[in-house]
Every structure is written in C-alpha cells, then in structure tokens.
C-alpha cells in the first residue's frame, strides 16, 4: 500500500490501489455497466414518472393516512419478522451445524422450502393453517388470538418467506468456526453461557446482520403470500405494495409510483444502514 | 502440581490412539511429549487437560481424581497448535479473557485485570501489541498472546500443543530458550508436544517418546539418546545407521559370516544393529564385519555423508554412514563399516 501514490492510508483519493489481483478496471466496468441495466435504469426511470407530479401533490399522496399506514406496515412488519428470523432461525442452524439427528438432511432440505415454493402458494397454505377454522387458527381461537386477516398474519407469512436467508447466511460461518477456540474458552473457565455469548456469538454476528437485512429486504418486497393471509383492509393489514397494485388498477400511475419511491428510498438507507454495521462488525474480526 | 497417568486408554471406532498409558510427571517440570505424528501425543494432551475423556485409566493432579473436574475446573493452561486466539478480540481483552469470565465472588475487579494484564504481555514482552487484533500480528507474536492469555489464570498446569510448529526455525529456537526461563520462574509443571526432536532435547527436564498410542520410553535427553530402549527409539531419537543381522544361537551373523560382535542377549532370529552413524568406524573390507559398496558421498558443510549398498536378507539395503574428513572414499569403491558402539534389537521390534 501507498507505493509512491498521490496520497497515503486509507483516506486515499484515489480508489485504485496497486494489487497483485489483476482486471479491476474491467470488472468495475462490467459491474455498472450491468447495475445500471438491471438496476439503476428501471429505478431512473421510477424516478422520472413521479416528476409528472407537483411536488405539493407528490406530498399529499405520500403523507395520505392510507399510504403512511400501508409504509409502516410494511416496514414495521417486515423488521418484526426479521427480528424473529434472526433468533429462531440461529436456533435452527445452530441444531443443523452442531448436532447430528435422525432427520437432520431432511430438516436441512425443508429450510429451503420458502426459497422455492411460489409465495401465493404459501399464502393460500397458511391462510388455510391459521384461519379460524384451520389446523393451527383453531387452536389458537379459544384463546382469542386471531391470525388470519390481521397484521399477526402478515408478520407469520413474512417469517415463512425470510426464515431460509438467515439459515443459509449464517450457517457457514457457524460450521467453518473450529471448536478450538469455544475449547480454549471453556479451558480459560468461561461457561457454556459464557462461551457462546462472548465467542461464537461474536463470530457470527457479521454473517447474522447480513442474514437480517436479506431478510428484512424480502419482508418489504413481499407480495404473494401476503395478500392472501392479511385480509388487506386499509389503515389496518394493508401494505404498501398491495397499494400500489391498487392505485395501478385505477390507472393512478403517478400516484403509484411516488409511493414507490417512498419505498425505495427508505430501504436504500435502511439496507445502508445495516450493511455499514455490518462491515464495522465484519471489520473488527478479520483485521489485517 | 504433580500428574498421573495411569493406564489410559483411548479409542476412536476401531483405532487405538492410547493404549494404556501410565506417566508420572513431577511437580515443576518440564516434560515433552515427543513422537511421530499420529502416535498419540494431542490425544493424551487433551485428555489431561479435560478436552476429551479416556475409555479406561485415571488421571490424577497432586493425588486427586482430575477426570471428575471438567476442563473449566482443572485450572489448565491450554496453548493450541494454531494459537485459537479470539479474532474480535483485541491482544489485551483476549488475555483478559480468562479473567473477565470470573462471576459472582470470583469477579476480578476491572483495575485488577488491567494490572494483571499488564503484567503478562511485560511478561511476554509484547505490551506494545495491547490494542492490536490477533490478525494484525506475526506468527511468533501471535504465539506469545497464546502463551499470555494461558498464564492470565495462574494455571498450576501448562499444557503446550506444538507451541512453535508453525514458526521458522530462527524464531523457535528463540522462544524456547525463552519459554525455558518462564517455566523456570513460574511454579507451573509443564508439559509439551513437539515431534521436533531437537527441541524436545534441548529445552525438557525429561522427555517422553511415544509411539504407536505407546510411550515408548521415558527418560532424561541425555538418557533417551545414549540407551534407547527400544529400537523405535533408538531410530526416532537422534541419527540411527541400520544394519541388517541375525541372531543364531546366540551369536550375530551378517548373512552366513559369524561376527566379533556381542549379541546382546537378543533372541534367535533376524535381527538391526543400530547405531549412531559417528560410532560406525571406515575399515578395510576385508576385516570388517560389514561391507558394501559406495553409491554417493556429499560434503555439507563440516559434515561429509556416505550412501553405502549392503547386502541384507530380502537383497541390498542401502545406509548413510558418516565419513571423517580425513578419509578416501571412492564411489563405487569397497568399503567396510566396523560399529564402535552399537545396539542390536530382534528386526521385528
Ligand atoms: N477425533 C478423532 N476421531 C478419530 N480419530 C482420531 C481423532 N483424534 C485423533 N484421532 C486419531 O488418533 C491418532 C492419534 O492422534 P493425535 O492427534 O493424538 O496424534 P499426534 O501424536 O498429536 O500427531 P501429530 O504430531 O500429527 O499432531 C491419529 O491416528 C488420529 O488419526
Ligand atoms: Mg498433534
């Protein structure tokens, strides 16, 4: 590093470093040229159509109770699943790296199951579980819980569909973990408690955060199988991108779109957010 | 601290990895663990330490059942072969590691752990690393953060897997004049693995060879390599030449020529004569019990080695002699190879 270049460390200018792994300038090109194809154009073009808005109208629409409602939906829910997939799923992948059960390739298997199943197939499936007259809703009845057709509904179909991201990120990183250093804490007097808490958890947590954010990125993208389960009564279990279905269908494009950016851009700093702590994290265990 | 080993026996499915080991290691010293790789040394290293557990056998610290202890309680210090030191860790927190985990009335205050800390990395002479991270250091650095972090829990047993396997030769040989001193100035029994032999001559009280998920033999360096007493040992520890033999009733025979040579009250039938290649004298061919042919002679540095064919029972066995400065050899020439000092063991053993 700093081989007689303009500037020294890290604050260099210049974002090109001498490496002995060659070809950076052809993969950066190849990398925007095919983000701004996938990506950047479609958003751009996003972008353009809220411009046929006022800006006074564009504020309307997006501070409407309807749209702020159907948002906080989608982003308070979404971040619920998240949350409830990074525990239950480190326990499933906890079981799956560390413990060797009859079943175990099956239950591995199962994991991906979300990945691959069409999501209105999982929204009628899970409609049917937890609607009130269904296997699990008619348990849960008597005990005046109501999942199908409330917000509870979306956060079970959120959960479904996020659950393999966290498995599969951070499963990996758990198995490639040597039992050497939870070894050497047990023999320095740490607990198993102590142990996990202080070593393992530590490890994992890069691998985890990642895990949250795919997570947490699909729960506001979701669609198919929520649509089916949340009832979608607005202000209460309707979310945003059901509402911008509808404002499609009654060809209000504009309308649809500005709720769009509004998403949009609340995930770009959202999923910054994350992926900067997770590169701090990442940063602390693998210092060069 | 003294430790016991009585008869301990470890299986992995089918295979023995420890086949009833008994060893006595005496308070305040410093043992190595010396043998092949795969002959059973991490094995019974882990087993002391509390890591794994024996099938059969007994371990005891000062008299006292220590398999009822898990690792946590026998107050070890464990130093991996690759270190294991904790990479979100910085240097001071991983040596602080085994204080901080202390609850309840065992909480080490935190100005305590500080001057503790301190303390060790002066001791390891790395203070300057606190605030770098494991990853930011160098093997031997790294080495010493290991070393440190065992010692923060005042263990009245170290226990060292290979502590410098992974380092060049230099810096070895500079941290184990200097884990010397420590063990020394610590009252901490030690016990260490190595299959360097060189190491484990210079830097033990006593050394332990094992073999096979045996130990072989256990001695001073001096007596290890003067008296093995097996030819596993004679082999493993130091330079051996090997010469094939036979033993008939009772006297030694190099094919069908009967030897001068004592037989050592070996038993009837094929038999090595090993020894040091600086205790086997060059003779005429004729006089000497043994002859063959030269293949090669390399000088390196002060040392001169001679590949040397004999003649052996399944046909022609070739040994490395070495060669006195002094002395003609001619390759392809005859030579004959007379053993001043020499020990003969039935070929099977
Ligand atoms: N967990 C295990 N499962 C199966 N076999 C094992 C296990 N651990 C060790 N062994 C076997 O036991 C034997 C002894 O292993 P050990 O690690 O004690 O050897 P070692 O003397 O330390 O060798 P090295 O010098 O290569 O480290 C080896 O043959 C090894 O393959
Ligand atoms: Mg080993």
Known sequence: MGHGSVTAGRQSISFRRRSVIPGFGLTFGLTVTWLSLIVLIPLAALVLKTTELSFERFVAIVTAPRTLHALAVSFGISFAAALVNAVFGTLVMWALVRYDFPGRRLVDAIVDVPFALPTAVAGIALTALYAENGWIGSLLAPLGIKVAFTPLGILVALVFVGLPFVVRTVQPVLADLDKQYEEAAASLGASRGQTIWRVVLPTIWPALLTGFALAFARGIGEYGSVIFIAGNMPNVSEIAPLLIVVRLEEFRYADATAIAVVMLATSFILLFIINRLQQWTERRTTER | MTIDVVGVSKRFKSFNALDNVSLHVRSGELVALLGPSGSGKTTLLRIIAGLDWPDAGEVRFDGEDALARTVRDRNVGFVFQHYALFRHLSVFENVAFGLRVRTGKDKVPDAAIRARVSELLELVQIDWLADRYPGQLSGGQRQRVALARALAISPRVLLLDEPFG?????????????????????????????????????????????????????????????????????DFIGETLALPAEVRAGRLYAGDRPLALDSQGTADGPARLLARPHDVDFADPGDAPFAGRVLAVRTFGPVRRADIEIAGRDGPVVVEAAVPLQQDLATGGLIGLLPRKYRVFAASA
């Open chain 2, 166 to 234: 992974a380092l060049d030769a230099k810096v070895r040989k500079e941290l184990r004049r200097w884990l010397r001193h420590l063990h020394e100035e610590l009252p901490v029994t030690s016990l260490l693995v190595t299959h360097d032999q060189e190491e484990a001559l210079e830097l033990a009280d006593r050394v332990v060879v094992m073999g096979h998920g045996r130990i072989e033999q256990v001695g001073t360096p001096a007596e290890v390599y003067e008296n093995p007493a097996t030819a596993f040992v004679h």
